[in-house]
């Protein structure tokens, strides 16, 4: 059958999972009277939750006698990893901007992976169905986007089509409805190439994606560069140098039929498959025949830019609330996340107890500790902290620099470029964005946005838009004025008390309510004078013999502040750490006990 594969790329919440569905749906995939939800393509749980795609999926749809496989691709630059690994399985793109919105940060960034490779892009404006819709405008800013980025005169050439993905149609005028999405497969068919693949050579297929099965084990994703491949057929795995990784048999061979995975006896040069059999092999391995040493090409990956620790939970509540609590069991499960997710590095610290975990973005850290929350673990993480590294010629320290872009109310302009000025950030460009807001473009330091979400959120009184992506390193650019805020600090165990957290109310906002398991070093709500401050939240009132002759005081207490994950990570400081269990998320210090508090102080 005649192939064509293709990646959706896009920024978050443009619609490239919407545009799927709705293509699986006209393709015939589903019945008529079968129940779909949306967003079939976000499989795991945290997708949809968050309404983002993590993983890359393959799909695939027949049309007119052509089977045109999809891969779903990741929309956030902290999920870069799984861009970069898919793209060698494509022989185009599809890149998919919200008509009104336009270009953002992570579609910048997805798109640089592409027309590096020389993959030719279709351009799909979707959403024109949108009141604030700006198509116009948006395609410039797009063709704009190309140039910036050293597109080729073929790859500038680029058709383009307007949608309502979520209406199910697509047009050639972005003023007329069209009927369904008949004419973006029929561009599928005519611009992007069949794929270049040699069927008479010997066999190569590069791994761009594992994932383990319960029932098969390894399950190695890619496509088929050149030759065929069977069921019981003798192969290896080579790595990038031609090293040998493993022999084995395949046990199953897999192909993607609409939502599905379908067993098959025989796949062929061009088609993209799923494998099993192999224990050891893994991302960017070449499986080729038993006589051949030469491995195919893989794209370098962008390093990790921020590191945590993780490490047990070690306090008095440790054990209480997950199954998995030893050093052991988070050691392992990190080195199965490493295996599959090569955006990851993990490294053993001088303390047994504790890893060091490697990777592109606080929101990339994020899910993967969700994740192992969600599994029973119980663990406690530090503050993320940047990964510097030196100049190999001049030997000076270099730090990540990241590209953001806000979106803002013109009300609060002000105050976002003073708070981004002040952490080094130098503005790039402002500019109306439609809507009486303003975008604006800052280049910044990595480490001056560690926990300054929740700041932007405040300050643009939950309005703003923040994205960003990484753009690269630069020099050092000095200390960063951050201003410092106290905590209030659990000196004794035990459960809250109404009256006591009744009485704390006028030193800050609390992060717990009455009847809670506190304990001695557990940090139970913020000190707004700037310092630290250990408290008692389990002190009742002082009951006397003599009556009062007054109406006792009511004890109105105030909603205590509730934060996600996300939003505790970005609060802590470098003496803080946030403590993870399947059913509670709490905050602490590093040292428990208050005279060691003292003693680090001091060192410091």
């Known amino acids: 059958m005649n192939t064509r594969n293709i990646a959706i790329i896009a920024h978050v919440d443009h619609g490239k999972t919407t545009l799927v569905d709705c293509l699986l749906r006209q393709s015939g995939q589903f019945h008529n009277n079968e129940k779909v939800i949306d967003r079939v393509m976000d499989s795991n749980a945290l997708e949809k ?16 006698n052509l089977r045109i496989n999809i891969v779903d691709t990741p929309g956030h630059a902290d999920f870069g990893g799984e861009v970069e690994r898919i793209l060698n399985m494509v022989d185009g793109v599809m890149l998919l901007v919200d008509a009104a919105e336009g270009p953002m940060p992570q579609t910048k960034f997805v798109l640089t992976k592409a027309l590096n490779q020389n993959l030719n892009p ?45 209406n199910g149609w697509a047009s050639n005028d972005p003023d007329k409805k069209g009927k369904d999405m008949e004419v ?24 761009t994606s594992l994932e383990r099965d319960p029932y098969l084990g390894r399950v190695l994703t890619g496509r088929i560069n050149s ?4 069921t019981n057929q003798k192969v290896k795995s080579i790595d990038r140098t031609g090293k040998l990784v493993e022999k084995t048999r395949i046990t199953k061979l ?35 025949n038993e006589n051949s040493n030469d491995p195919l090409d893989s794209n370098p990956i962008d390093p990790p830019t921020l590191v945590m620790t993780f490490s047990i939970n070690d306090s008095p509540l440790s054990g209480t609330e997950g199954s998995k609590i030893t050093s052991r069991e ?86 976002v470029v003073e708070k981004l000025s002040s952490r080094k950030g130098d503005m790039q460009q402002i500019k109306p964005s439609g809507g009486d807001k303003q975008r604006i473009i800052f280049l910044i330091p990595s480490r001056s946005l560690i926990g300054y979400h929740s700041e932007f ?20 650019k000095g200390s960063i004025p951050i201003k410092k805020r106290g905590v209030m600090i659990s000196g004794v165990d035990g459960k809250s008390v109404a009256y006591a957290l009744w009485n704390l109310e006028d030193r800050g906002p609390l992060f717990i309510g009455p009847n809670e398991k506190v304990y001695n070093g557990m940090i139970i709500g913020e000190n707004t004078k700037g310092q630290d401050l250990t408290v008692n939240p389990l002190k009742g009132k002082q009951l006397t013999n003599i009556r009062a002759a007054g109406k006792d005081e009511a004890v109105d207490l105030t909603p205590p502040v509730k934060m996600d994950l996300d939003k505790y990570l970005a609060y802590i400081n470098d003496d803080e750490l946030v403590e993870i269990t399947p059913s509670s998320i709490r905050l602490r210090k590093i040292h428990l006990d208050p005279h060691e508090r003292k003693r680090a102080q001091r060192d410091n």
């Not at 704009?144 to 073929?154: C, G, P, R, T, W």
């Not at 497969?185 to 297929?205: R, T, W």
């Not at 098959?264 to 040069?269: N, Y």
């Open 184 to 207: 973006l497969l029929e561009k599928i068919v005519d611009h992007i190439p069949s794929p270049e693949a040699d069927p008479n050579g010997p066999l190569k297929m590069l791994v």
């Open 457 to 476: 959120m405040t300050d643009t009184r939950g309005t703003g838009l923040m994205t960003r992506s990484f753009q690269g390193y630069s020099s050092h």
């Open 49 to 64: 939750e968050r309404g983002i795609t993590i993983l890359s999926k393959c799909t695939s749809i027949d049309w007119k």
């Open 330 to 415: 988070i050691w392992d499960r990190l080195k199965q996340e490493a295996e599959g997710n090569i955006s990851i590095t993990i490294n053993q610290t001088e303390n047994p107890n504790a890893f060091e975990v490697a990777g592109r973005g606080e929101l990339q850290l994020g899910i993967l500790i969700e994740t192992m929350r969600r599994e029973g673990f119980e663990l406690s993480v530090s503050r993320p902290r940047v990964l510097f590294k030196n100049d190999e010629k001049s030997g000076e320290k270099l730090e990540p620099l990241e590209e953001v872009t806000i979106d803002v109310d013109q009300d609060f302009t002000g105050i």
């Open 122 to 166: 279709i351009v799909l404006i979707n959403k024109v169905d949108r009141s604030d819709q700006r198509a116009t405008e948006v395609l410039n800013d797009i063709f704009d986007l190309f140039i910036a980025l050293d597109a080729n005169d073929k790859q500038l050439d680029f058709p383009v089509l307007y949608s309502s993905a979520k």
């Open 254 to 288: 897999l192909n993607f039929r609409g939502l599905e995975r379908t067993a098959i006896k025989e796949a062929f040069a061009g088609d993209i498959i799923a494998i099993a059999g192999f224990e050891l092999a893994t991302v960017s391995n070449t499986i080729c």
């Open 227 to 230: 030759g065929s491949i069977q």
